[in-house]
């Protein structure tokens, strides 16, 4: 199994992004991140939410949604204890998109607008939902899908580890076939690379480094200076 993972800056003064992986007893644990509030808030929320999460998932790994939903919520618990802890961060809140892998089987869980993506022979077969006002929109019918990258809505979270913190989705545990490949990713990757795109530049790479850099080269072309930051992981069999 290959695993790549990037985080940058964009056009941003800070990168508030956060990744990371870890592997126990065969199960791999991936997380990707992306952390809000001011003065450094959303590095610190983001960054705390992948350390917790690690450090809990080598604690006590598993594969079910009760370990999944633990790990989360000690992440949450962790942003929030440094909040109260800490005044000049009491805003601070992160998204989070987790996988857990082991063999054919895994299982996922997001909160905010942090995506994983599952392709099968090279095709998207899930996505994530967000928890934005714009995926509301378009589960009311009132946008299509592609539209949420574009909406004035799609920042407006509504649940988040820390501040404002509601619900987690949590996918059943899946089995996946022998051509699974998986990609996590904020919203400064998605908003600029799309689902057309991501299956075109994985069917022509060779492993996650050469696909992460097809999808950057795209990301690049499409983003506005001042875009936002953008942190992936690729997996791939």
Known sequence: MLLTGVSRKGGRIRNEDAYGEARAEGILCAIVADGLGGHYGGEIASRLAVDTIINKFIEDPGISEDHIKKYIEEANSAIVS????????????????????????????????????????????????DHSLAFLDFMRGEIEYDDIRRSENQNKLTSALGVGFDEINISKVTHIGSSASFLLCTDGWWEYVNEDQMEETLCKSKNTRSWLEAMVKIREENAPEDSDNYTAIAIMP
């Open 82 to 129: 440094r909040a109260e802890s800490d005044p000049e961060h009491v805003h601070m809140s992160s998204t989070i998109v987790v996988l857990l892998k082991k063999g054919g089987r895994a299982i996922w869980a997001n909160v905010g607008d942090s995506r994983l993506y599952l392709f099968n022979h090279n095709a998207i077969s899930e996505v994530t939902e």
